[in-house]
């Protein structure tokens, strides 16, 4: 993938068609051209395991294991127009955009309470997102399902104990409405929203930094934002090159596919993806094919805070 990126800019995004689909063309080019350098984060419990990308059954419960770390999302239940309503566990590309946007703003303000309304949504139309129509309900979806679930992260200590961070995702806000003026624009979002105070502490505590333009590029594939911040986390802090075998890929990124062979093909277009997002990832299948081999890279960012 570094070739292209070397090839977008030496000769162009023209002459890298030919190594690429367009649309992976499009991303690195998009990512090349950015001139903002502007910064997202997410928080590094989400870099190391990942929510469903598809719909699951509303009462089941979500697992996934990563490094040294296992994430429980479990469903629960809202109060809506009166009555109360289950919601099942948040899903997809549009709630990991939610989720960043929430931690972007608490590291950035340093607050549990987020402004949502006008600046929310200036924050998905940058990052490419028309908010309207079907948009607009997947949106208001999943803020439900955020709303309500709990999420669990069980980390393995160096002494082989087992610690866990335990809460929601929000205390209270982040329900959707549906057509309440918000002057020249309908109103999709509450005002604010404020954080868990456990999840805020998580994230304040162990934020990493993502490209925001990175972030727009991927915005409607889950798999490919997965890889993205796990190699945002994950490479910059190895110190030789590191395997993976195919087995831990799928632990932690193969949510919906039972058996890992069916998992490499769209793993591999979504790692694709995710590496034309991050030049400088250094990132290759094993020569053996038993699963890939992480090199020591540059951060997808210039500039770290303590993860």
């Known amino acids: 993938m570094a070739q292209i990126h070397k090839i977008i800019t030496d000769q162009g995004r023209t002459a890298a068609l030919s190594l690429a689909d367009a649309d992976i063309v499009d991303i690195a080019a998009g990512v090349l051209g950015d001139e903002r350098g502007n910064l ?5 419990g989400l870099c190391l395991t990942a929510l469903p990308h598809r719909k699951i059954p509303d009462d089941q419960a979500w697992e996934r294991v990563g490094h040294k770390v296992k994430l429980v999302v479990e469903p629960g239940r809202l109060d809506v127009a009166g009555k109360t309503k289950m919601f099942g566990v948040p899903y997809g590309a549009r709630a990991r955009m939610i989720l960043i946007y929430l931690i972007t703003q608490a590291v950035r303000t340093n607050s549990r309470e987020i402004a949502l309304g006008r600046s929310m949504r200036a924050w998905l139309e940058a990052m490419g997102v028309a908010i309207g129509g079907e948009t607009a309900k997947a949106f208001r979806e999943q803020s439900m399902r955020i709303a309500a679930c709990s999420m669990k992260f069980f980390w393995e200590t160096e002494k082989g104990a087992t610690g866990f961070d335990k809460g929601g995702v929000v205390r209270r806000g982040l329900m959707f409405g549906d057509s309440l003026d918000m002057g020249d624009q309908p ?8 954080l868990d105070e456990v999840f805020y502490n998580a994230a304040k505590a162990h934020p990493v930094p993502l490209l925001e333009a990175a972030v727009r590029h991927l915005r409607d594939r889950s798999m490919s934002l997965d890889i993205y911040v796990w ?36 793993f591999l277009e979504a790692l694709e993806a995710a590496t034309a997002a991050y030049p400088d990832a250094r990132v290759e299948l094993a020569d053996d094919g038993a699963g890939l081999i992480l090199h020591p890279s540059r951060p997808p960012v210039g500039k770290l805070l303590g993860a």
């Open 231 to 266: 190699l945002a986390y994950r490479l910059h802090i190895l110190d030789r090159p590191t395997p993976m075998s195919w087995a831990a890929i799928h632990a932690q990124f193969g949510g919906g596919f039972k058996e890992p062979r069916f998992f490499r093909r769209p």
């Open 187 to 194: 109103r999709l979002f509450d005002d604010t929203v404020v």
């Open 40 to 44: 997202g984060y997410t928080y590094s």
